[in-house]
């Protein structure tokens, strides 16, 4: 298998960290793991440290400078992986053909592939709302969210040729969706995105449909 790192972006995940390093694990095998973590005040560090797999380095970011680019900038840029993953902590991987996404991304044309969420809340998964609404049961290029009235992409689970993505970074401005907005700069310049519905996580939501802790 191909070298591969796993940038994962945390803040006080304890309900779901092990279950999400315990995915990498089943499904990648032996990935450089990356954890950038929000200054989480529970055990998720405590977990990340205890677990049975030790090849995950551990970074740090401030409530003060974090932004969801930033952190995932910070992980990239330490990555030593010829692919990267991005994967958020309240996700956990259910389905991967890893060769097949590799096969996808060694296209020139290809930026980024991004998988499929099913969203589970208190064990239950919920109903299609806005969001849900774009992760179709097909695979797409270049999907277009009518929801959203532009292109689509999301970081909870998606994939990257090492070297491109370290060139291409995430702006570090915005407070979210600076997925969106990278999609939309890399399809304007040409480049393909692609939505693999046969990659599948788990993403754990809290009642009110936000993310465990308001990450990713």
Not at 95 to 124: C, F, H, R
Request: proline residues 2%; contains cysteine; aromatic residues 12%.
């Amino acid at each position: 298998m191909d070298n591969i790192s796993v940038v994962v972006r945390s803040r006080n995940e304890e309900q779901h960290i092990g279950y999400c390093l315990q995915s990498i694990t089943d499904f990648i095998g032996k990935p450089e793991i990356i954890l950038v973590d929000n200054q989480s005040t529970d055990n998720t560090i405590r977990i990340v440290n205890s677990f049975e797999y030790h090849n995950i380095k551990k970074m740090s970011i401030s409530n003060n400078h974090y932004t969801p680019g930033r952190a995932l900038n910070m992980g990239i840029s330490e990555a030593t992986g010829d692919y990267i993953i991005i994967l958020s902590a309240h996700c956990q991987i259910t389905s991967l053909d890893l060769k097949n996404v590799i096969t996808k991304l060694n296209d020139e044309s290809t930026a980024a592939v991004w998988g499929k969420q099913i969203p589970i809340m208190y064990g239950k998964r919920i109903g299609r709302r806005y969001m849900w609404s774009n992760f179709k049961d097909e695979n797409q290029t270049n999907y277009f969210s009518k929801p959203e009235d532009r292109y689509f992409f999301h970081n909870a689970f998606s994939f990257f040729k090492g070297d491109f993505i370290k060139k291409n970074l995430f702006d570090e401005r915005y407070a979210g969706k600076e997925d969106r907005y990278w999609a939309i700069d890399m399809i304007n310049n040409g480049n393909n995105i692609l939505y693999d519905s046969d990659s599948v996580v788990n993403h754990f939501y809290t009642k009110n449909g936000a993310t465990w802790k308001g990450i990713g």
